[in-house]
């Protein structure tokens, strides 16, 4: 069973940069498929980007795309969103998920399909 331990959020204004991780315990940690979620007050939570187990492949919600940078280091367990140029509208809880795969490929978008999720890390984007 994966555990895991966002960090990394905070205040931040509009334009600036934010890099949030993602820890993961286990030994199995390529074998997951990890994303990241977020969700806004009174909003539902919304599909970020994943990024395969593999870290070959990766996709972003167009919210983000261009702005916001998935990576993984499966030596160390984690997985990093690097948030530059960041709204307000960018301000919520941030989430990150893991998928257990048999294919170091698969990614995953719903988040219903995920196994495991952290605690969460907010993220405030204001002046």
């Known amino acids: 069973q994966a555990q895991l331990v966002e960090s990394g959020g905070g205040l931040v204004q509009p334009g600036g940069s934010l890099r949030l991780s993602c820890a993961a315990s286990?030994?199995?940690?390529?074998?997951?498929?990890m994303g990241w979620f977020r969700q806004a007050p009174g909003k539902d939570r919304e599909f970020v980007a994943v990024?395969?187990?593999?870290?070959?492949?990766?996709i972003y919600a167009d919210s983000v795309k261009g702005r916001f940078t998935i990576s993984r280091d499966n030596a160390k367990n984690t997985v990093y969103l690097q948030m530059n140029s960041l709204k307000p509208e960018d301000t919520a809880v941030y989430y990150c998920?893991?998928?257990?795969?048999?294919?170091?490929?698969?990614?995953?978008?719903?988040?219903?399909?995920?196994?495991?999720w952290g605690q969460g890390t907010q993220v405030t984007v204001s002046s």
């Open positions: 286990g030994r199995t940690f390529s074998r997951y498929a």
């Open positions: 990024i395969s187990g593999s870290g070959g492949n990766t």
């Open positions: 998920a893991a998928k257990s795969t048999s294919y170091s490929g698969s990614m995953y978008v719903g988040e219903r399909q995920y196994d495991y």
